[in-house]
């Protein structure tokens, strides 16, 4: 199949002094219209800041350093301001995770997700905005609709706004979704139902999806591939049964481990002891090797920084002993 999206190699960072100090590395994964990834990791190991470098929204000083990103083809890195607006809420939309953050306070929800049309669209007359805005927040499970579009955003509830601003992110039926923690700031059963919109545009639109969760219904729910994201890295990929089923890498069990049991046990919850280099201090080995527990750490594990490789076919991990068993 087509690729739609190509990131390879994607490298962002900032430079400090004479220092570059790299964020993101190496971080490469593709994606076929209707395919979904989801990438998962502890609080600051990358994962914004890799959806934001898709977007061209990466927030000073950072940049994309090194690397290529492709839309059906064509790059995207270092493409003028004027392009990459034209290309974003069109071809590629996003849903952060704070739902105001993306929503005008002041301005009624209806006549925001209308711009959202408009921006791409400009010629399209007011009636038939009007008709789209109200099939969208239908399609995102909004009860009558053509009251509600007169609300504002504060006047609506956490999950209805974060059913806006999906609705935003798809009023221009984009080829590729990406969706920043969209569930984290709502309650359970709101969650559950955020999910299934997601889903339910995806199929209807075939959109492409990189889904950045911790909730691992969600990405049960939606994933057909899964990255593993530790310190600016994939360190394990693969489709969901592999990485779910058949964790490899150290740090995706502790994940795993940490997740499940947050889910059933809340505070009492296994936690990974110790926490993530910063972005100053990764070191020079397997960044995961200070706080890794597993049996197959060896001293080698902190030389040189293990790259991705196959363990089985679709299935890699970046470890150098599992690598080593693989090719032994
Ligand atoms: P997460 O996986 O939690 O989404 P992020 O992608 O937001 O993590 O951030 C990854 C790392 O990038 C952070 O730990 C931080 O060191 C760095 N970073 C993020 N935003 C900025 C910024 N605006 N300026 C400099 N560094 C940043
Ligand atoms: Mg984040």
């Known amino acids: 199949m087509a690729q739609l999206l190509e990131v390879e190699n994607l490298r962002v960072g900032y430079t400090e002094g004479d220092r570059e100090i790299a964020v993101v590395e190496d971080v ?36 994309v350093i090194g690397g290529s990103i492709r839309l ?11 392009e990459l607006r034209a290309i974003r809420g ?5 849903v952060f995770q704070d739902p105001m953050s993306s929503l005008n306070p002041v301005r009624r929800v209806g006549d925001q997700i209308g711009r959202a049309i408009l921006a791409h669209r400009p010629r399209t007359p007011r009636a038939q905005v009007r008709a789209q805005v109200e099939e969208i927040l239908v399609r995102v ?38 969706a920043d923690e969209p ?15 997601l889903a339910d545009q995806r199929a209807a639109t075939g959109a492409a999806m990189v889904m950045i969760t911790h909730d691992l219904g969600l990405v049960a729910q939606i994933a057909d ?7 600016g890295r ?39 002891p110790g926490s993530p280099p910063s972005v100053h201090g990764r070191p020079d080995g397997c960044p995961f090797a200070p ?18 490789e196959l363990l089985t076919p679709g299935h890699a991990a970046a470890c150098t002993p599992l690598t080593a068993m693989v090719d032994a």
């Open 72 to 82: 059906r083809g064509r790059e995207l890195r270092g493409a003028p301001e004027k």
């Open 141 to 178: 499970g909004i009860a009558e609709p053509r009251e509600r579009m007169r609300s504002y955003p504060h006047e609506w509830s956490g999950g209805m706004r974060q059913r806006a601003v999906i609705g935003m992110a798809m009023a221009n039926d984009p080829a590729v979704l990406l």
């Open 28 to 63: 490469s994964f593709t994606l076929a219209e209707g395919e979904s990834l989801c990438i998962v990791g502890e609080s600051g190991s990358g994962k914004s800041v890799t959806a934001l470098a898709v977007l061209g929204l990466l927030p000073r000083p950072l940049e």
């Open 291 to 308: 706080r890794c527990g597993s049996p197959l750490r060896t001293d080698a594990c902190a030389e040189g920084r293990p790259t991705l």
């Open 225 to 231: 591939r899964v990255a593993v994201m530790y310190a």
């Open 183 to 197: 569930t984290t700031a709502l309650d359970v059963t709101v969650q559950a139902q955020v999910v299934q919109v």
């Open 90 to 94: 069109k071809d590629v939309a996003m």
């Open 234 to 272: 994939f360190v394990e990929t693969g489709t969901v049964w592999d990485v779910f089923d058949d964790p490899r890498h150290p740090y995706t069990r502790g994940l795993l481990d940490s997740l499940l049991t947050a889910q059933n046990l809340g505070a009492r919850a296994y936690a990974i």
